[in-house]
C-alpha cells in the first residue's frame, strides 16, 4: 500500500523489481501518478543473477564512527592538492570549501568522510586532478539530476543512499538490487552491510556489466586502497557489541507539560537511515510553524559536541566526541536560546526551543535520535528507545508506532488527539 512520500522507483527498488515491470503490472502510464493508500501488485523478480560475494569495506568504514576520529578532512584534501582543494559552494547562506562540505555531509549523514572522498575521487579524480574532466564539474559523482548540481547535493544524494543499503541490508529488508539498465542482482548473502551500502549507490548508477567490475578487487576498492590502504586494516568489530543497552533516558520534555506523539519510527536523518527516530509536538492550539516557547530538555547527561541549522548532538559517553559511543540528535530547535555547544547538559537541562528550523517539516515539533559509534539505533528494532518507562515499538510503515509503559499505550498520530497524549 502506498504511503506518503512513497514513489514509484522507491517501492520497485525497495523489492527488487524493475520499474518498467511494475509499472506494467500495474496498469500504470505515468510515474508520477501516485495515491497514499493505493495497493500495487509487486512482479515477481527475476534473480538469477547473484552478487558478487567481495567485501568492499568493514561496517565501520561506511559510518562516522570511531575510525575518523583522527582524521582530518581538510589536511587530506590539502595534501592531494587536486581541484577538490580549490572547490567552493554556497551551503545554506554560508561558502564552503570542498573540505568543510564533505565534513558537513559526513557529520550529518553519519558516513564515514574516507568513504566520500574515496567516492569523489572514483567518480570524478577532483582529490588528485587540479585539472578534472570538465563534464565532472556540476556533477562530480555522475548523478545528473539539475536539483542534485554541485557538490554538496551531489554528496548529500550520495551519502543517503549509502545509508539505505547499509540499513536495510542491517535489518534483512532487501534482497536484491536494481540497476540502471533495470538488471536485478540477487545480493550475495555472505556480505556485510558496509558491502551493502557500497553495492547499492553503484547499482543506482551502473549497467549490470560496469556495476559486476565496480564492486570487485579492481574497482571501488582499489580506489579505496590508493589513497587510504586497505579498509580492513582500519576495522572496529564488532562496532554494535551484542550486548548493547541504552543508558537511562527521560522524556525530551518538561514535568506538568502534555506533549503529543506525532511521529513513530522513521528516518534518523534523511529518508535512507535507520529508523532512529521519533517525533515529539509541544502542546499548542496553533498548527503548522512556529516557535514554541515550551521546551525541548536534555534526556541523559552530557556534553553538547555540535549544534547548527536546527539541531543539537550531545554526547553521553563523556569523551566529547560524536563518533563514539552514544549520542542524542535534537532535531528543529530554534536558534533563539539553544544550548551552546561546548556546554555540559544534565538531565533536565533545557536544549532550546521547538520550532520547523533545519531539515523538512509542516508544523513544529522536536525530532529525537540515537546513535551508537556512528550507526543510527533503529527505535523499532532490539533497542528501542526507553524514556521515563515508555518503549518504542514500530507499525510496519515509516511514522507509524507506539510508545508502551505499563499496559498504557500511545499511538503517533500527526495532530494532536486522544491518543497520542504523553507526559512525563
Known amino acids: 500500500m502506498v504511503q506518503p512520500g512513497d514513489t514509484l522507483g522507491y517501492i520497485a527498488e525497495s523489492f527488487g523489481v524493475g520499474l518498467e515491470a511494475l509499472m506494467t503490472t500495474n496498469n500504470i502510464t505515468d510515474s508520477n501518478l501516485l495515491e497514499v493508500g493505493q495497493s500495487l ?16 569495506i568493514p561496517d565501520s568504514e561506511l559510518v562516522y564512527g570511531p575510525s575518523s576520529v583522527n582524521f582530518d ?3 587530506f584534501v590539502n595534501s592531494k592538492a587536486g581541484y577538490l582543494s580549490s572547490y567552493h559552494q554556497e551551503v545554506e547562506g554560508e561558502l564552503l570549501t570542498g573540505a568543510e562540505i564533505v565534513q558537513k555531509v559526513a557529520q550529518n549523514y553519519s558516513v564515514s568522510p574516507r568513504l566520500l572522498l574515496t567516492l569523489i575521487e572514483h567518480r570524478s579524480h577532483w582529490l588528485t586532478s587540479a585539472q578534472p574532466p570538465t563534464y565532472t564539474l556540476d556533477y562530480p559523482l555522475g548523478f545528473e539530476d539539475s536539483w542534485h548540481a554541485g557538490l554538496y547535493r551531489q554528496l548529500t544524494w550520495a551519502a543517503n543512499e549509502l545509508n539505505r543499503g547499509y540499513y536495510l541490508w542491517r535489518v534483512n529488508a532487501i534482497s536484491t538490487w536494481v540497476l540502471a539498465d533495470g538488471s536485478i542482482v540477487a545480493v550475495d548473502p555472505t556480505i556485510n552491510a558496509g558491502t551493502a551500502g557500497v553495492q547499492h549507490l553503484l547499482a543506482k548508477q551502473d549497467t549490470l556489466e560496469s556495476w559486476r567490475n565496480e564492486v570487485t578487487t579492481f574497482g571501488f576498492f582499489q580506489t579505496f586502497f590508493f589513497l587510504f590502504g586497505s579498509p580492513f586494516d582500519m576495522a572496529i568489530e564488532p562496532l554494535i557489541p551484542s550486548d548493547l543497552f541504552q543508558p537511562v533516558l527521560q522524556l525530551p520534555f518538561e514535568n506538568d507539560t502534555i506533549w503529543s506523539f506525532t511521529g513513530g519510527p522513521h528516518g534518523g536523518w534523511d529518508s535512507g537511515s535507520a529508523w532512529a527516530a521519533l517525533d515529539f509536538a509541544p502542546p499548542s492550539d496553533v498548527q503548522g510553524c512556529f516557535v514554541s516557547d515550551a521546551w525541548t530538555i536534555a534526556m541523559a547527561n552530557g556534553w553538547i559536541v555540535r549544534n547548527g541549522n536546527g539541531f543539537v548532538l550531545q554526547d553521553l559517553d563523556g569523551d566529547g566526541k560524536e563518533q563514539t559511543g552514544w549520542v542524542i540528535l535534537y532535531m528543529h530547535i530554534d536558534s533563539r536560546e539553544r544550548i551552546p555547544e561546548g556546554r555540559y547538559a544534565w538531565a533536565g537541562d533545557r536544549i532550546g526551543h521547538p520550532s520547523c528550523e533545519g531539515g523538512i517539516s509542516d508544523g513544529t515539533h522536536v525530532h529525537i535520535a540515537r546513535k551508537y ?10 533497542i528501542p528507545f526507553i524514556m521515563d518507562g515508555w518503549v518504542s515499538s514500530g507499525d510496519t510503515y515509516a511514522y507509524d508506532g507506539f510508545l508502551s509503559r505499563n499496559g498504557q499505550v500511545v499511538e503517533a498520530w500527526n495532530e494532536k488527539n486522544d491518543l497520542n497524549q504523553i507526559q512525563r
Open 373 to 382: 559509534n556512528g550507526e543510527w539505533i533503529s527505535a523499532d528494532g532490539n
Open 41 to 56: 501488485t509487486i512482479p515477481s523478480a527475476d534473480t538469477s543473477e547473484i552478487g558478487p560475494a567481495f567485501k568492499i
Open 73 to 75: 578532512v581538510t589536511d
